[in-house]
């Protein structure tokens, strides 16, 4: 492989902690809204109940063409889950798109910093409505990264081949020879439409647990 090109949510940053209730309470207060520890809990189970939901899926196609779409198709499910207050809603939206909320799995930042020491260049594409460049610069990561591209400043989202495309023009390397890593068999699976080489890994994750991306430097480095 000349390239390595890894999807965001699920693969590189653990996605299923962002919404804490500590971190909630503390974002609301900073609004003016008091919430307790449990009512914060009960806010958060009540959201991803409602925008996991087979409705829930539905109604997000297209939330990440855009920053403003993703806003409005997050915010109006996060108000239904309640139904919650305007203030309330911003703030659980506040909290699901802050970029230090977002953690890496224990083995990101690592391979990350092993294919860059070994001159491999690596991308990040996702399907997102919002910059997810701050979450990689946090944790020391940036630098790492030769392109990113997001689906909300392209209007483009996977599954669509362009997207893939484009990311590997941005790595200067043929789709044939730019591994792709991902989670989703659907979304991330279509970059082999694209002509890429694709690695998924397991839908089981923890966000304390390595992802299991050390296969992905046994599969890059020669």
């Known amino acids: 492989m000349e390239a390595v090109l890894f999807d965001f949510s699920g693969t590189l940053f653990d996605d299923t902690g962002v919404l804490d209730a500590t971190a909630l309470v ?57 139904p919650f207050g305007p203030e309330l809603t911003e703030v659980v939206y506040s909290c699901l798109t802050d970029p230090g909320a977002w953690s890496p799995y224990p083995d990101t930042v690592p391979v990350l910093g092993a294919l860059r020491d070994a001159g491999v260049p690596v991308g990040v594409l996702s399907n997102i409505g919002w910059d997810i460049r701050p979450a990689f610069e946090r944790v020391g990561a940036l630098a790492s990264l030769r392109a990113v591209v997001l689906s909300c ?11 893939f495309a484009l990311a590997c023009e941005r790595l200067g390397a043929h789709p044939s020879r730019v591994l792709y890593v991902g989670d989703d068999p659907v979304k991330d699976g279509a970059a082999v439409r694209a002509g890429l080489p694709v690695y998924l890994l397991p839908s089981e994750r923890d966000g304390n647990t390595p992802r299991g991306l050390s296969a992905v430097l046994r599969l890059a480095l020669p």
Do not use: M, N, Y
């Open 26 to 82: 503390t974002a609301a207060a900073r609004q003016g809204v008091t919430l307790g520890p449990s009512e914060a809990g009960d806010v958060i189970r009540r959201t991803l109940r409602h925008v996991d939901s087979p409705e829930g899926f539905a109604a997000r196609e297209g939330c990440d063409l855009s920053q403003q779409a993703h806003r409005t198709i997050w915010t109006k499910l996060i108000a239904e889950a309640g």
């Open 153 to 163: 400043e392209q209007g483009v989202a996977k599954p669509d081949p362009a997207l």
